[in-house]
């Protein structure tokens, strides 16, 4: 199994609202990731864990709020979004952070912030 | 700080026949690896081939090869027998070994369209 699954595919969201994206991967991997990535633009790191540990926050803002309950599974919390904070959410696993390892990318949440 | 530089938003191909997709970097570091990535209409990006820079001998996977010219800071795509199933974003990407850990940084893509 080389695949990481993400729900949901879309989601629409108001403001107010408090949602939360999933990711998930049995692949053994230890190393999660989040990635923003607007229309037409390259995907931007947000977080990164490693060993169910946050390793890497790219100044995200707190709206946005991770969690790693276990090593297959990644969440990302969302409360209080902005209509800017629309995008295509990507997870990502790989082995460890080892340099040369290969991210593996899941095919992303479309979320839209009305 | 490294950037990577993709320099052709688009390009277009007809079927059967080779394309080359450029990308150069900037980087001070010496050791460091480089990706190419594809991210079809359906979303989900995959990685093409991935280069470690104190490798001299230029990747290859299948179709896909690159060039790779450390000097000149530059490294290509070649897709040979190009297919409809190209049709994609390719993105460049670079992380420096010892560098932020899981940082790869990308260029800005290049749509590559393939014509029957």
């Known amino acids: 199994d080389t695949e990481v699954t993400q729900t949901p595919k879309h989601l629409v969201m108001g403001m107010t609202n408090k949602k939360s994206l999933k990711c998930e991967q049995h692949?053994?991997?230890?190393?999660m990731y989040w990635y923003k990535q607007k229309a037409k633009k390259p995907p931007e790191l947000m977080f990164v864990y490693s060993y169910e540990k946050l390793s890497i926050n790219e100044s995200v803002p707190s709206r946005f709020s991770p969690e790693c309950p276990n090593s297959s599974l990644l969440n990302l919390h969302l409360h209080a979004l902005q209509p800017e904070d629309s995008a295509l959410y990507l997870c990502?696993?790989?082995?460890?952070?080892?340099?040369?390892?290969?991210?593996?990318f899941g095919p992303g949440t479309r979320l839209t912030v009305l | 700080a490294q950037t990577v530089t993709q320099s052709q938003p688009e390009m277009s191909v007809q079927e059967a026949e080779t394309v080359t997709l450029s990308c150069t970097y900037d980087?001070?570091?010496?050791?460091?690896?480089l990706f190419w990535y594809k991210q079809p209409p359906s979303r989900q990006m995959i990685l093409v081939i991935r280069q470690e820079a104190y490798k001299q001998q230029n990747a290859t996977e299948n179709r896909f090869s690159v060039n790779f010219q450390k000097a000149a800071k530059s490294f290509s795509l070649k897709i040979s027998d190009s297919q409809l199933g190209d049709t994609a974003m390719y993105f460049c990407a670079f992380r420096n070994y010892g560098g932020s850990q899981g940082n790869l940084i990308f260029g800005k893509g290049t749509k590559l369209s393939v014509k029957p």
């Open positions: 980087t001070s570091e010496n050791n460091y690896y």
């Open positions: 692949m053994g991997h230890r190393a």
């Open positions: 990502a696993s790989s082995q460890d952070l080892g340099f040369l390892n290969e991210q593996f």
